[in-house]
């Protein structure tokens, strides 16, 4: 269920939020760039808890928007599982 909701509100961000987000943890990404990203995630229905996808992600960040940021999204993604005691789903 914990899953799901999270899924759910991955494809129910705005790009908005994601540039927010973004801001909020130290990684630069514009509106149009979050804007190509969550076109991605839902095109390919990205699941955040295959690493299958979380790799496929990480290289469509890396080639569209820098090797910098995936680093850094790579990082908070697993730095944000571990505070709230998800690390166990990654």
């Known amino acids: 269920m914990l899953k799901q909701l999270i899924r759910s509100r991955l494809y129910s961000s705005s790009p908005e939020e994601v540039v927010q987000y973004g801001r909020k943890y130290g990684v630069q990404i514009s509106r149009g760039q979050a804007e ?4 991605f995630i839902k ?6 808890f295959s690493e299958r996808d979380r790799s496929l992600t990480f290289k469509y960040v890396e080639k569209t928007i820098g090797q910098k940021e995936a680093q850094q999204a790579d ?4 730095q944000l599982a571990k505070q709230y005691n998800l690390d166990h789903l990654l």
């Open 36 to 39: 190509r990203l969550l076109a």
């Open 43 to 48: 095109k390919e229905s990205i699941d955040p």
């Open 75 to 78: 990082q908070l993604l697993k």
